[in-house]
Structures are given as structure tokens and as C-alpha cells.
């Protein structure tokens, strides 16, 4: 397989640390509001990646990480009057209910930054050990400057990646926050640097060293979380190591739009997925999705999904008769699949699948994009033809011809084998 990684900026032959063995990490969400149409994008694509990995015989262990600590789950907190910990549940369970609903199931472990607070404190101590981390009246700050690699990913210039947090406490303004100090409410822990929590970064390199190691093969997320939010991760777990790349494979999906801008909840323009799978099933949602590259950027509207049901109808209209393998077609789909996950290939490649009626493909790549592409009469027809064909050998044809025209009434055209001769 060839990937794309944001590191090299080059599509590269897709090699694992181990063999036969895929240790993937994707950046989850931040429990504190619905989840909208750009985390279904994400999350899909790496959805579609976990499960053609397993289809081509690789052990694939997926891991999210649940951000149930930030500022923006205490102000939300606060607003609602309730407590951290319920709010980040309610939406934790908002987001794994969306995630199924999308047929999203192939996560291994979803691990929440407030259960890994002992493996962050021990990691910030190692950073402040090795001299990267220092201590201020405000908290632990990464020293950026004792990290000669910093940029590579995003390749911003030094001056840019400033950090948004502004504290004059800080040696650099660039330097981001690992632990920060002060009591938060009911998800403020002890820490050799006092009461605090920790800030974002942290939170994935402790869970990651924790599953994988201090190296992994593909990390993923969204194009917005390069900078700074990458960089950072980088700088902690290959000072802390030295081992280079942390991360090989940085894959990143392109931004969501909405009438060409950025589908954000700042903007105020998301599309919840709850609302989306009111008008549109999972199946087409999918497909709208899979029909971009996932680099590409992704213009939501209407039309476009209007235009991704129709062509997901039309598949399901013509794959009715098997006419067995069909070869060239599943070369196509493997191949596209192979070449950085191009699935908008794939998907016409599904096309000429379900135009020759390989029927036995369409199931099985369906289950690798989510997707049925079959009608959904399909499974129950051709245990219907079995009984047609029992009836028919005992000579029940006015039965048999009962259920013909039934399945006919359906829109399916049946046609039977001649019978074998009585002897
Ligand atoms: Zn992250």
C-alpha cells in the first residue's frame, strides 16, 4: 500500500514497525458539544483505513483518544450548571452513539485523557528531568527551542508558531503548556508542581507511549491539528526518547465546508450528525464522503448529497443478477485502495462491479466502505429462489409461481433454470 504522510510530503510504500501488525492513533474529540459533519469525515475515512487494513489480513489496534478535560468543557460546564465529569460523559456518549449510527465501529480502545493522568504526570516529570520541561508560578512549559526538529510537520517558519496562550511566565512565547496550575474544579489532580491539569498535548503522547511504545505507525486527525497540536506531540515524545520519526505515517483530512468556509463550531456553520442522518441514511452520508479524496477539501451541500443518493440508488437498481466474479473490477477497487486510499476510485470501480453483477464483491468491499450496495432485498431473494427451486423440483409450481410474482411485484425480475429432466 502507498500513503501519503505529511512528514515527507511525499506518497510513500506503506511499511509497519511490525510485521502484519498496525498501530493506529487518531485524534478523538473533545466531549463538550455534538459531533457535526467534519468529525464524521475524519473519523469515516479513518473508519474506511482500520477496516481495508484488517480485510488484507493485518492486526490493526485503533486507538482514540476522549479529550474529557479542557477549557471549553469547564466553561460549558459552568454554563449548564453541571458538573466536568457529566458533561463530558453526556457528549462522550453523544459521540460513540453518532460514531455507530455512521457504522464507525472500528475503534479498539477510546481512551479518556481523565484515566491516563498518572502516565501524563510521569511523562511531564521525565520532560522536566531531561531539562525540555521547566516550571513557572503558572505551570510546566516544553522549552520549543531545545527541539532542533520543531516545524518539520507543518513547515511554518519559527516566527508563526507562536503559541495562543499568552503568559509572560513563559522563556518563549512559542513554549506550550504541559501541566498547568490552579485549581479547575472536580478535574484539578495533585502533581509534583502542584494542583493543575494537564494541557492538551500531553494527553495523546502518554496514552500512545502507553499502547504502542515511543514509536507508531500512522497517526491521523484533521488538517487543523498540525499546528499546533502535532508539532507538539512530536517535540515531547522524540525529546524524551530521541527516536525519529515518532510517527512515520501523519496522515490529515481535508477541511469540511460549508459554502467555502471551514465547518467549525466557532464558525457557528456545523451540521450536527444527528440532524445529517435525519434527511440522510448512513449509507449515502458515507458515500458523499468517500466520493472525495480524503486530502481534498470537501464541500458539503444539498445537492451533493442529493447527487450521492442517486448514484448509491442506481447501484442497488442494477446489482440484482450474479453473474459471478468479475476481476478486472476487483483489481480496480484493490488498486485504488492501495493508492493512498482513493476512495472516490474505488467507489467507480464499484460501479463497473455492480454493472457486470459481481454481486459476491459488492458485499465484501461494502463491508471495507461501510456501505450496502446491494437492494436490500438481496439476502432474503436468494434464500426465496432456494425454496422457489424446492417447490419447483416437487412439481409445486403454482406456489412457486406465487412467490415469482411477488418478487416481481418488488421490481425484480426472476427467471428460472430450465428443470432437470424427471427420470
Ligand atoms: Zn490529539
Redesign the pocket.
Known amino acids: 500500500m502507498q500513503l501519503y504522510s505529511t512528514l515527507s510530503r511525499m506518497v510513500e510504500p506503506f511499511q509497519t514497525l511490525y510485521p502484519d501488525r498496525v498501530s493506529l492513533f487518531v485524534?478523538?474529540p473533545t466531549v463538550y458539544n455534538y459531533p457535526h459533519l467534519g468529525h464524521a469525515r475524519t473519523y469515516v475515512v479513518f473508519d474506511v483505513l482500520a477496516k481495508y487494513l484488517r480485510w488484507t489480513g493485518q492486526e490493526v489496534l485503533y486507538i482514540q483518544?476522549i479529550?474529557d478535560v479542557d477549557d471549553k468543557i469547564i466553561n460549558r460546564a459552568q454554563e449548564e450548571k453541571i458538573s466536568q465529569k457529566d458533561l463530558a460523559r453526556k457528549f462522550e456518549r453523544e459521540y460513540i452513539k453518532d460514531m455507530l449510527s455512521l457504522g464507525i465501529d472500528s475503534v479498539s480502545y477510546h481512551a479518556r485523557a481523565t484515566t491516563h493522568i498518572p502516565e501524563i504526570i510521569n511523562q511531564i516529570e521525565r520532560l522536566v528531568g531531561i531539562g525540555v520541561g521547566y516550571i513557572t508560578e503558572t505551570g510546566v512549559y516544553f522549552n520549543i527551542d531545545s527541539f532542533p526538529r520543531n516545524g518539520e510537520l507543518s513547515g511554518q517558519s519559527k516566527d508563526k508558531r507562536i503559541s495562543r496562550v499568552t503568559d509572560t511566565k513563559k522563556h518563549n512565547p512559542a513554549d506550550f503548556v504541559l501541566w498547568k496550575r490552579g485549581e479547575y474544579g472536580e478535574y484539578t489532580w495533585d502533581s509534583p508542581w502542584g494542583r493543575g491539569r494537564p494541557g492538551?498535548?500531553i494527553?495523546?503522547t502518554a496514552i500512545t507511549e502507553k499502547y504502542f511504545g515511543q514509536q507508531y505507525d500512522i497517526h491521523g486527525?484533521g488538517l487543523d491539528?498540525i499546528f499546533p497540536?502535532?508539532e507538539a506531540?512530536i517535540a515531547q515524545m522524540e525529546s524524551l526518547e530521541g527516536k525519529h520519526p515518532m510517527v512515520r505515517y501523519w496522515m490529515h483530512t481535508g477541511f469540511l465546508t460549508v459554502e467555502g468556509e471551514k465547518m467549525s463550531k466557532s464558525l457557528g456553520n456545523f451540521i450536527k450528525i444527528q440532524d445529517a442522518l435525519k434527511t440522510w441514511d448512513k449509507d449515502i452520508i458515507r458515500y458523499f464522503i468517500l466520493l472525495s479524496h480524503y486530502r481534498s477539501p470537501l464541500q458539503v451541500s444539498e445537492e451533493g448529497l442529493l447527487n450521492a443518493k442517486k448514484a448509491l440508488e442506481h447501484i442497488r437498481a442494477i446489482a440484482i443478477t450474479d453473474n459471478g466474479p468479475y476481476p478486472e473490477g476487483r483489481d480496480a477497487f484493490i488498486a485504488a485502495m492501495e493508492s493512498d486510499l482513493n476512495t472516490p476510485n474505488a467507489i467507480a470501480a464499484i460501479h463497473a462491479l455492480a454493472a457486470h453483477g459481481d454481486l459476491e464483491a459488492l458485499i465484501e468491499y461494502g463491508e471495507i466502505l461501510g456501505i450496502r450496495f446491494l437492494p436490500e432485498t438481496s439476502a432474503p431473494l436468494s434464500i426465496l429462489q432456494d425454496i422457489r427451486a424446492e417447490l419447483r423440483a416437487s412439481k409445486q409450481f403454482e406456489i412457486a409461481d406465487m412467490i415469482r410474482k411477488k418478487i416481481a411485484d418488488a421490481g425484480i425480475q426472476v427467471t428460472d433454470p430450465p428443470l432437470k429432466p424427471l427420470k
Open positions: 485524534c478523538g483518544n479529550t492538551w498535548h494527553e495523546d486527525g491539528l497540536h502535532h506531540e
